[in-house]
């Protein structure tokens, strides 16, 4: 026994398109199979629903339905009220990009051949990775990028023919590339629109078609793509060229490259955002006197000054040494954290020394006490 559709969409005999759409809304995001996985009802719940849909929110099959209940639909073209069977049933694509928009019912849509597409196929989309050391990620480079994918086929450029003459309209479909099916089943009579076996959509037969690509205009080959990595770039973004995927089938639009960063670990600098984060070793007795050392920046060595009495975890900060903002103006900076170290296994003589110094040296001197790493280290974030 057929449910009633009103029964099974939960509305009123009176309900209004909306109504019928916010409820066939809720059961199909419930019971569609891509998410009811795990509920085995759940398929047949959802044919359901579609269906009660499908007839409910069509005004000539919703009077149909509602003069002669399930029979008038079932008679078809011969019933009283006289509609030509369900005209794109199998087309759920299109139910659920009307009812849910763009992506939400191309998800749906393809695992019901919704999707279905006439005609040449557009290249893919394809991704690729790429690793930079720091320094390119800092200032931009120009990769070359090598994969393999499909391309245009060079011995009929695309064409699928070296012999134009040799393309003839499809009989089957009269050019089309659709082909009107016609299939009797319980519900009544179903009239599907669907791709054309003989020309595969394209409306066309290549009568000789390229010996290299089989008529397709494109065949996998080794690619090489050259791709301007912007300055700023980080590990973990995606680049996106345009029309570099993989080539489209006899002249159809190329897919999209997307071109994945990874940025190597450097050995002595971290990145921070745009920032460097790098440190400095000073003796006890350079931090206490002050020094110049020469410190590697990515643009080289620079040198920088510690003044007397620089305290363990005191952060020196290179302005504009850091790396470029991406899509921006202007550069980062480069923290050095300081790092005093202490020798060890010191001789009789040296201990004497320190020991002496020791007593010289009043605590006045030792009034600065030291702030700690990761506070200065948060006050240089912060600034
Ligand atoms: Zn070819
Ligand atoms: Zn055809």
Known sequence: ???????????????????????????????????????????????????AYEVLCDAQKRQVYDTYGHDGLRRGGGGAGGFDGFEGFGDFGDIFSNLFGGAFGQAF?????????????????LAVEVELDLEEAAFGVEKEITFTAQAVCTECEGAGTTEPDSVKTCADC?????????????????VQMGVCPRCSGTGQIIENPCAEC??????????????????GIDDGQRIRVTGKGGAGERGMRSGDLYVGVRVRPHEIFERHGDDILTGVDLTMVQAALGVTLNVPTLDGDEEVEFPAGTQPGDI?????????HLNGHGRGDQAITVRVIV???????????LEQFDESVGAEHYAERSEGMLHKLRSFFTS
């Open 1 to 51: 026994m057929k449910r009633d559709y009103y029964e099974v969409l939960g509305v009123p005999r009176d309900a209004d398109l909306q109504q019928i759409k916010k409820a066939y809304r809720k059961l199909a995001r419930q019971y569609h199979p891509d998410v009811a996985t795990d509920t085995p009802e759940g398929e047949e719940k959802f044919k359901e629903a579609t269906e």
């Open 109 to 125: 849509g393809g695992g019901f051949g919704g999707g279905q597409q006439a005609g040449p196929a557009r290249g893919s989309d």
């Open 174 to 190: 009269g050019g089309r590339g659709q082909v009107r099916t016609v299939r009797r089943t319980m519900l009544g009579q179903f």
């Open 214 to 231: 089989k008529g397709a205009g494109r065949r996998p080959a080794e690619r090489k793509v050259n791709v301007n990595i912007p300055a």
């Open 316 to 324: 020196k900060v290179l302005r504009g040494k850091g790396v470029t």
């Open 343 to 353: 020798p060890r296994d010191l001789d009789e003589e040296h201990r004497r020394l």
